[in-house]
T-cell receptor, first 115, second 112 residues
Framework: GAGVSQSPSNKVTEKGKDVELRCDPISGHTALYWYRQSLGQGLEFLIYFQGNSAPDKSGLPSDRFSAERTGGSVSTLTIQRTQQEDSAVYLC?????????????FGPGTRLTVL | KQEVTQIPAALSVPEGENLVLNCSFTDSAIYNLQWFRQDPGKGLTSLLLIQSSQREQTSGRLNASLDKSSGRSTLYIAASQPGDSATYLCAVLLYGNNRLAFGKGNQVVVIP
């Protein structure tokens, strides 16, 4: 079946602009996660959704970052007034409901470059 | 805070040799541990997941062990092939938590 999809695959923007990144989880997966992978850094957690609610958004680095999820499916990560340090690969993952294994399945990522 | 360390950061091996990749973590209260593969410019592919109650998992040429008490996991790749060249990431999920804590990866090059 279809995996996690993300769009766009690449995004180049100018400093100060807003960007929206989209994630389509695997159909039926109730949990959705956003991570960020910066050059030279490991993968860092940003936010976790269960259904449409976000019980853990503690990884969002500043109030310029926000995310929402609608219909228990698609999620959008929005970065306002982008800065050069926001340049990274943004990865989305999803997990099935009541999963004994809590295995996370990742999408291909969106590479964001802020000029 | 859970710290995950992967050693070595990079290694090259001749084709046919066995690969041994190490992962250590500081908090032993983990729910599971996952090994991922990442190709350049790509997302993560899950290779193996070990539950905290398990000692090892195997899939084809891959075998991952888990020693929770010592905070270590090892990924073995038998008879390496050039197609195994990639970055391998280790990640742990803590009890009562939903976020994966990742190491920085082992970058592997298999030389034909």
């Amino acid at each position: 079946g279809a995996g996690v999809s993300q769009s766009p695959s690449n995004k180049v923007t100018e400093k100060g602009k807003d960007v929206e990144l989209r994630c389509d989880p695997i159909s039926g997966h109730t949990a959705l996660y956003w991570y960020r992978q910066s050059l030279g850094q490991g993968l860092e957690f940003l936010i976790y959704f269960q259904g449409n609610s976000a019980p853990d958004k503690s990884g969002l680095p500043s109030d310029r970052f926000s995310a929402e999820r609608t219909g228990g499916s698609v999620s959008t990560l929005t970065i306002q007034r982008t800065q050069q340090e926001d340049s990274a690969v943004y990865l989305c993952a999803s997990s099935p409901p009541e999963s004994y294994y809590n295995e996370q399945f990742f999408g291909p990522g969106t590479r964001l470059t802020v000029l | 805070k859970q710290e995950v360390t992967q050693i070595p950061a990079a290694l090259s091996v001749p084709e046919g040799e066995n690969l041994v990749l190490n992962c250590s973590f500081t908090d032993s209260a983990i729910y599971n541990l996952q090994w991922f593969r990442q190709d350049p410019g790509k997302g993560l592919t899950s290779l193996l997941l070990i539950q905290s109650s398990q000692r090892e998992q195997t899939s084809g040429r891959l075998n991952a062990s888990l020693d929770k008490s010592s905070g270590r996991s090892t990924l073995y790749i038998a008879a390496s092939q050039p197609g195994d060249s990639a970055t391998y990431l280790c990640a742990v999920l803590l009890y009562g938590n939903n976020r994966l804590a990742f190491g920085k990866g082992n970058q592997v090059v298999v030389i034909p």
